[in-house]
């Protein structure tokens, strides 16, 4: 029996959110910050999962119980951030708690700023719930302040200045939320340790057997996969980490194995190439001079 496929409901607008939560008109169509203790509508009656065409920004507080990541918990439960861009899927269970707010941005309301563009760069809008910013109570209060000043920007007329003011705290927010998430990747760096002992592990793994031969170069998305990161999160964790992002590290791994089986065999480059997981030997000739400065056929001939 095939298992039936669940179409995500999709909303194009705030105010088509706002009128299914069973919540008020929003105040500006392209912004709107919810308290979600406000949504009037019960949560098995909510699809069972969504897609919006906007930004959304969640902070969820009264976290129920600790929440537990591989063998370790999270270090704060103050509350907690969680950024999703447009066309993401959102699922609902019936143990969501809508206790926080929650900050809806349209697109449209940032497109002629150079937000607009720049957003794309704050990663974390790639990042899995599990991944989210926990925040510590002074970095609760910083962006529960900016909430507030949104609120009551909301609650003013609208006049020439307001959307410059809106789009300049957003970009607070974001600029104030990156800077946390640096903090967390040092205050729990016992996680990210761990985690990266397990990566090192798994590509040692891959690269030793035949996995590369058979299934080709190991990627950032498996690799993310078998940690159950998102590719952005680990990339993010090994540039705070070792310097390198997650294709930097795949690629000094890669050229590593190599050396080692150019100097202690007889394989030919071609060889060495294919059992890499390389599809063509001049990809791992042009990768391998890239990081060395030296052809890999130079490189063996210097071990003679």
Same mark, same amino acid.
């Given at each position: ?193 761990? *985690? ?30 078998? *940690? ?77």
């Amino acid at each position: 029996m095939k298992k039936e496929i669940v179409i995500p409901t999709k909303f194009n607008s705030i105010s088509e959110l706002h009128r299914v939560l069973g919540l008020p008109k929003p105040l500006h169509p392209l912004v709107s910050l919810v308290n979600n203790e406000q949504i009037a509508i019960e949560k098995d009656q909510l699809p069972p999962s969504f897609l919006f065409n906007f930004y959304k920004i969640s902070y969820k507080k009264g976290l129920q119980g600790r929440i537990k990541y591989g063998q370790h918990h999270y270090d704060f439960d103050e509350g907690s951030l969680v950024f999703t861009a447009p066309g993401q899927v959102l699922a609902i269970d019936n143990d969501t708690e809508y206790m926080g707010l929650t900050l809806l941005i349209h697109p449209d309301f940032i497109g002629s700023y150079p937000l607009g563009k720049n957003i794309k760069n704050f990663g974390f809008f790639s990042y899995d719930v599990h991944e989210a910013l926990h925040l510590s109570d002074r970095e609760k209060s910083i962006i529960m302040g900016i909430f507030n000043n949104m609120e009551e920007e909301l609650q003013t007329s609208i006049d020439d200045f307001s959307q410059d003011v809106m789009v300049s705290q957003i970009e607070l927010l974001l600029h104030y939320s990156n800077r946390f998430y640096k903090r967390q990747f040092i205050t729990r760096k016992a996680v990210s340790s761990d *985690l990266l002992s397990a990566l090192e592990n798994m590509v040692t793994e891959y690269l030793n057997s035949q996995a590369a031969l058979l299934k080709g170069l190991p990627t950032v998305q498996y690799l993310a996969d078998q *940690l159950h990161v998102s590719p952005r999160y680990l990339s993010d964790m090994l540039r705070s980490l070792i310097g390198q992002n997650a294709q930097q590290y795949i690629h000094g791994k890669l050229i590593d194995k190599a050396k080692e089986i150019l100097s202690t065999g007889n394989a030919s480059v071609a060889e060495i190439a294919y059992q890499l997981g390389f599809e063509h030997p001049q990809s791992f000739n042009k990768l391998f001079k890239r990081k060395t400065n030296v052809s890999p056929l130079e490189f063996r001939q210097s071990f003679n």
